[in-house]
């Protein structure tokens, strides 16, 4: 009679994010991925986030439900590593930094700063923007914004790659570790580049060839994610940027469609390649 091995538990993850109805992007993409890394995870819901046609809502979950969720991972698990994402407003971002400054600082935190906001939410936004800058990006491992976050976050627009690369500097005195400026497919029509400035300072342009698809929903999540899995890994910075980059490459060229005109980035193209 077989008797069944025990195989070694998988390293747990926790991702602080918004739900996506569609799964392209949000706790959904950063399940799917850490699922393909081999990592368990874990999550703690910020809002849910709503599509219909010309409708995008995000409806936001109380900031005690969020510390509940929290409380409830922290009584039963060991975390290797954590990701924010989507966080709408100014009471969640608080309890999200009481529940940082309990943990581990050893443990990799990368920061997707997800600014998804009406014009009528400036005034917060501002506050929001704010907290990420003098008090969460200091505790990241990596932050990864796109080139319209990073333009918000340094009030400076972003039309060339020196441009990006100076984005990328000032995000650096913030006093997170590294980060990663994603300019994407808005640089360029061949190229998607992100700028890369590492903990000692260290620039690499990373570039992939644009994928000529429009199924790049979630994108920016997964790799996020996909950068997490990496570290908690054991990959280097420029490793786990370079492999995420990729992952996301294969995502989109097999995307889910959802219409015509969009689909959602698909996690699982990686397990062929």
């Not at 706790?27 to 999550?43: K, V």
């Not at 005034?123 to 080139?147: C, G, R, S």
């Not at 360029?188 to 700028?195: S, Y």
Request: glycine fraction near 6%; include cysteine; hydrophobic fraction near 45%.
């Amino acid at each position: 009679m077989m008797q069944n091995k025990i195989k070694e538990q998988p390293p747990v993850v926790l991702t602080i994010a918004g739900s996506d109805s569609l799964s392209g992007g949000g706790l959904q993409a950063d399940l799917a991925t850490f699922n393909e890394y081999n990592l368990f995870g874990l999550t703690a819901i910020t809002s849910i986030v709503t599509v219909l046609p010309e409708i995008f809502e995000i409806h936001a979950e109380s900031a005690k439900l969020l510390a509940d969720q929290l409380a409830s991972v922290q009584a039963h698990f060991t975390l290797a590593g954590i990701k924010l994402g989507l966080i709408p407003n100014l009471e969640q971002m608080i309890v999200i930094l009481q529940f940082l400054n309990q943990l581990d600082r050893n443990i990799p935190l990368v920061v997707d700063p997800v600014l998804v906001f009406k014009e009528d939410h400036a005034p917060e936004l501002d506050a929001i923007k704010k907290v990420y800058l003098e008090n969460i990006f200091p505790l990241a491992t990596i932050i990864t914004p796109n080139l319209v976050e990073s333009e918000l976050l340094t009030n400076q627009p972003i039309k060339t790659l020196d441009d990006l690369i100076q984005s990328a500097q000032i995000l650096k005195q913030t006093g997170a570790k590294n980060v990663i400026v994603k300019g994407g497919r808005r640089l360029g029509k061949q190229e998607a580049v992100d700028v890369l400035i590492m903990e000692n300072n260290e620039l690499e342009i990373l570039s992939n060839p644009i994928i000529q698809n429009n199924f790049n929903n979630g994108a920016g999540c997964t790799f996020s994610a996909a950068i997490l899995s990496g570290l908690v890994q054991n990959a280097t910075v420029l490793s786990a940027t370079q492999q995420a980059k990729t992952f996301v490459q294969h995502g989109i060229e097999n995307g889910i469609a959802i219409n015509q005109n969009l689909g959602n980035v698909w996690q699982g193209a990686n397990r062929d390649v």
